[in-house]
């Protein structure tokens, strides 16, 4: 939808139900409020809709200018069912940053609040206008509160995060504990949500509880669980990755390999590779520069009885600047240079670009899921 600041915004398909609702929801409200409006209350209510989404884009720009403040990329944001995400591509390196990354948002839906609460002031409140700016402010208050509740993946629960990682020093741990109150919110939205609404306390009226409304309720109330205990439990996932990302190093995944000309059967490289013990064919020139990898997978498509008559250099793929890495990358660092130039083997070059081996992105995937499935400490 545009690129405000460099970062791309989308607006995932679900945002599509989620206005209509509000539509059909809002303009039954406004019907009770403005009777005169006829069927023009769902064009308002449309507009509702997008004004009430604009205001979540501006919640979720406020984490995005943060996180650019402090150099975290941000690869888009994301407007979506029940609101939208901001999605940094890194950690915050402090426990102070995190909690401003966090806090940001609420409070300037907070703000946004105010301000509509101000407009409210200036038009008549019995007008499209004066509801208009009655159901934002609302809205507003609802998002800022809802987020700052103290459990992941809500923006409370990061808070809550970057306090016990200022007061333990392990960032670990407090994602343990904001994503563990963000199962037990969960639940209690869950079980909570359609109790609260069933007993009036949130200022619905007794007499139109039962039938379609406590459907409603229960079905809204398990998409909002549903999301949180998702979001804890992907938050718990990320946080142990990052903890073993620095094991991800590219030297230790390297596959050792040796030099071959281009006109060398398949065969013979083999044979030295063996005879090596290297598990990779790098295509040299006549100088002895690297200009190719042999491919794994081609290899294997080769049959036995045919590789004496195959050359290696029908089988490699040329090399690109991307495809050259670093035997010192490590972590992200190295996870960013594969996401940046996706390959199937990259070659892995010592400092003076001598040729240390090959990587395999296979293997680099088996080392990310190794980190993912290994327990926290």
Do not use: C
């Not at 990052?242 to 991800?248: K, W």
């Not at 008559?309 to 490590?330: F, H, I, N």
């Amino acid at each position: 939808m545009g690129r405000p600041f460099g970062v791309p915004v989308y607006v995932s398909p679900s945002w599509f139900l989620v206005a209509a609702l509000i539509t059909w929801v809002f303009g039954d409200q406004l019907d009770q409020i403005l009777p005169d409006l006829g069927p023009v209350r769902y064009l308002v209510s449309l507009f509702f809709a997008v004004a009430f989404y604009a205001s979540v884009l501006v919640h979720e720009l406020a984490h995005t200018l943060a996180a650019l403040r402090y150099k975290l990329p941000v690869r888009r944001i994301r407007l979506q069912f029940f609101g939208g995400v901001s999605e940094i591509e890194k950690e915050s390196e402090t426990p102070g940053r995190e909690f401003v990354l966090a806090f940001v948002g609420p409070l300037l839906s907070l703000a946004l609040a105010g301000i509509f609460y101000l407009g409210m002031k200036a038009v008549d409140p019995a007008t499209v206008p004066g509801v208009l700016l009655a159901g934002l402010m609302i809205s507003n208050l609802l998002v800022a509160a809802f987020n700052l509740l103290p459990g992941l993946p809500l923006d409370g629960g990061r808070m809550l995060r970057a306090v016990i990682w200022g007061i333990t020093g392990k960032p670990m741990a407090g994602t343990i504990a904001a994503a563990w109150v963000g199962r037990g919110l969960a639940v209690a939205v869950l079980l909570g949500l359609p109790l609260l609404t069933h007993t009036g306390i949130l200022g619905n009226r007794t007499d139109e509880i039962g039938g379609m409304n406590t459907v409603m309720d229960a079905l809204l109330a398990a998409i909002l669980a549903a999301i949180i205990w998702t979001g804890a439990g992907n938050s718990l996932r990320m946080a142990r990755l990052r903890e073993h990302l620095p094991e991800l190093r590219a030297r230790a995944l390297t596959r050792r390999a040796i030099p071959v000309e281009n006109a060398t059967p398949l065969s013979e490289a083999l044979r030295r590779a063996n005879a090596a013990g290297a598990r990779a064919l790098v295509v040299v020139d006549g100088l002895g520069d690297p200009t190719a990898i042999v491919r794994e997978t081609a290899i294997a498509s080769v049959p036995e009885h045919r590789r004496p008559w195959v050359a290696v250099s029908t089988l490699a793929q040329d090399l690109t600047d991307g495809m050259k890495v670093s035997a010192e990358l490590t972590g992200e660092e190295l996870l960013d240079h594969l996401r940046a130039n996706p390959a199937t083997e990259y070659l892995v070059l010592e400092t003076g670009d001598t040729i240390y081996g090959v990587l395999s992105a296979l293997d680099v995937e088996k080392a990310f899921v190794k980190a993912m499935a290994r327990p926290q400490s």
